[in-house]
């Protein structure tokens, strides 16, 4: 019985201080984005464990996603590294895979801290500009480190939950449960919502495979 507790116990505080980690980046990274007139939206990590993980369960992540807009890129960039911040390599000079861009992400070695950059989500077909006009649109406050920032309405946090798992598929254990969890916690209008914006972005076929 003590060994079975205190199993429990590393799992539930084992990511906690990664996590915070995590968060402070986030905090810093938003608000010099913000400064330079980059607005952006927090995606997936806390967001989702705010959101549908209230039970207790840990929902642990290890980098920050943002949703920007495409134009931004370059000036998020330089933003970045000025924080320290190293741009990852691309995918291999293959057109195909270029076709599936959606992130670029970038890593800061004094603390492994890593910032994704979303244009878009995969499995849209919808323009980077529709995109970020549609999902930036209705947002949520999120408090994250004490800083307030903007995260997905319900529809669109939704549909990212059904995308993310057609993206990964089940090889990976973190995006099936978060939908098992959307799935079971979040009311029908939700879904409706997600998916009448799966159709205005043409995200149709990984919404469904999702």
Request: hydrophobic share 45%.
């Amino acid at each position: 019985m003590a060994n079975e507790a205190l199993t429990q116990f590393v799992r539930l505080t084992a990511g906690a201080p990664r996590q915070r980690v995590v968060d402070t980046a986030s905090v810093e990274a938003v608000v010099e984005l913000e400064k330079a007139g980059i607005p952006v939206v927090l995606l997936k990590g806390p967001v989702i464990a705010q959101w549908l993980y209230a039970d207790g369960e840990p929902r642990w992540y290890n980098d920050c996603d943002l949703l920007l807009r495409e134009s931004d890129l370059d000036a998020a960039g330089s933003v970045l590294t000025h924080l320290g911040y190293t741009r990852r390599a691309s995918a291999p000079d293959d057109p195909a895979l270029r076709a599936d861009e959606h992130s670029v992400m970038w890593i800061r070695a004094q603390d492994e801290v890593g910032v994704e950059l979303h244009w878009t989500l995969v499995g849209l077909e919808a323009t980077s500009a529709s995109a970020w006009e549609a999902l930036s649109a209705g947002t949520r406050p999120i408090n994250v480190g004490g800083l307030e920032m903007r995260s997905l309405s319900d529809p669109g946090r939704a549909l990212h939950l059904a995308l993310h798992l057609a993206q990964h598929g089940r090889g990976i254990e973190q995006p099936a449960e978060d939908l098992r969890r959307g799935v079971r916690q979040l009311d029908f209008e939700v879904w409706t919502g997600a998916r009448q914006l799966s159709a205005r972005l043409g995200g149709d076929s990984a919404f469904a495979a999702g």
